[in-house]
């Protein structure tokens, strides 16, 4: 047989006859007039071979193939029900992993209390915390379903992609406590100093070394690193002075912190999917999480 050519509307009618034993009653249950659901009946009858439903005396009974086709039949409509539009399983009870890709700072901010709301809410999900390689590499890794969900400084301009803003992060400038330019900072003894930076892709100019050019500066850049939490150890042990995110640097203990001398601009986090997912319940849960706690 080719499938192709079976209309499971017509199986749905088939149902409500066999159930009903009764055209017209099959017809109001349908929501169908009598003479289409008496062509519907033909059609299956072309279909199986076989009468299905055949007049007794008073009513219509089913053929011993009508008959066989009743549980099967409710079965395969059962099962195309859950395929087209699945039972919404409870959060409690959902068991399956999530995915996620995230530069150093989001997963500073958020695996911790994360894992605290998903352990009270959805305990099932469990977490693969993947490497940060870049936001072009977690782009593609969404697109062919490598990852789940992506946090960091993302745009999602793509059709396939979904992004939801979660956060806005401003920068502070972090030294040691005891470091010289602690005492009387200001923009040259800002300058003064080395600086880390955080390039994962190793660059030593940022959009601060151009402002600074623009205004008859430099700075000189004595490390780069791929990772905010590679830095606090570097300040603690050097000289050096860098800029981390706002949240990240109010947590540190042992460092002063000062707004930057020059306006420096920020960046925004995005917790971003890809939209065939959309209906997954257990991935829009914890991108939920994600986008509260990182706001």
């Given at each position: 047989m080719n499938l192709r050519s079976v209309d499971l509307n017509l199986l749905v009618v088939l149902d409500a006859l066999l159930d009903e034993r009764h055209v017209s009653r099959a017809a109001d249950r349908v929501g169908l007039s009598q003479p289409a659901a008496s062509a519907a009946l033909q059609r299956c009858r072309h279909l199986f071979r076989d009468e299905l439903l055949e007049r007794a005396q008073r009513s219509m009974r089913l053929t011993p193939k009508g008959e066989s086709l009743r549980a099967p039949l409710k079965a395969l409509l059962a099962s195309a029900t859950d395929l087209l539009d699945p039972p919404e399983i409870p959060l409690e009870e959902i068991q399956t992993t999530?995915?996620?890709?995230?530069?150093?700072?989001?997963a500073l901010l958020v695996i911790e209390p994360l894992l605290a709301a998903?352990?009270?809410?959805?305990?099932?999900?469990?977490?693969?915390?993947?490497?940060?390689?870049?936001a072009d590499a977690a782009k593609h890794a969404l697109t062919e379903g490598s990852t789940d969900i992506a946090v960091s400084v993302l745009a999602a301009s793509e059709d396939e992609l979904r992004r939801e803003t979660a956060g806005e992060e401003t920068y502070l400038v972090v030294m040691r406590d005891d470091h010289p330019a602690a005492r009387d900072f200001m923009l040259d003894r800002w300058l003064a100093f080395p600086h880390v930076v955080v390039s994962g892709r190793g660059e030593v100019r940022t959009p601060l070394d151009a402002d600074l050019a623009r205004r008859g500066l430099a700075r000189r850049v004595g490390l780069v690193v791929p990772s905010f939490g590679m830095v606090p150890p570097v300040l603690f042990s050097t000289s050096m002075i860098a800029m981390l995110p706002t949240r990240m640097a109010e947590t540190l203990r042992g460092f002063a912190t000062f707004t930057p001398p020059i306006?420096?601009?920020?960046?925004?986090?995005?917790?971003?999917?890809h939209r065939r997912r959309e209906r997954d319940r257990a991935l829009r849960h914890v991108a939920d999480r994600l986008s509260a706690f990182l706001r």
């Amino acid at each position: 047989m080719n499938l192709r050519s079976v209309d499971l509307n017509l199986l749905v009618v088939l149902d409500a006859l066999l159930d009903e034993r009764h055209v017209s009653r099959a017809a109001d249950r349908v929501g169908l007039s009598q003479p289409a659901a008496s062509a519907a009946l033909q059609r299956c009858r072309h279909l199986f071979r076989d009468e299905l439903l055949e007049r007794a005396q008073r009513s219509m009974r089913l053929t011993p193939k009508g008959e066989s086709l009743r549980a099967p039949l409710k079965a395969l409509l059962a099962s195309a029900t859950d395929l087209l539009d699945p039972p919404e399983i409870p959060l409690e009870e959902i068991q399956t992993t999530v995915r996620l890709v995230m530069a150093d700072l989001p997963a500073l901010l958020v695996i911790e209390p994360l894992l605290a709301a998903l352990a009270g809410s959805s305990p099932g999900i469990d977490i693969v915390l993947q490497p940060w390689h870049g936001a072009d590499a977690a782009k593609h890794a969404l697109t062919e379903g490598s990852t789940d969900i992506a946090v960091s400084v993302l745009a999602a301009s793509e059709d396939e992609l979904r992004r939801e803003t979660a956060g806005e992060e401003t920068y502070l400038v972090v030294m040691r406590d005891d470091h010289p330019a602690a005492r009387d900072f200001m923009l040259d003894r800002w300058l003064a100093f080395p600086h880390v930076v955080v390039s994962g892709r190793g660059e030593v100019r940022t959009p601060l070394d151009a402002d600074l050019a623009r205004r008859g500066l430099a700075r000189r850049v004595g490390l780069v690193v791929p990772s905010f939490g590679m830095v606090p150890p570097v300040l603690f042990s050097t000289s050096m002075i860098a800029m981390l995110p706002t949240r990240m640097a109010e947590t540190l203990r042992g460092f002063a912190t000062f707004t930057p001398p020059i306006a420096v601009e920020g960046f925004t986090l995005s917790v971003v999917w890809h939209r065939r997912r959309e209906r997954d319940r257990a991935l829009r849960h914890v991108a939920d999480r994600l986008s509260a706690f990182l706001r």
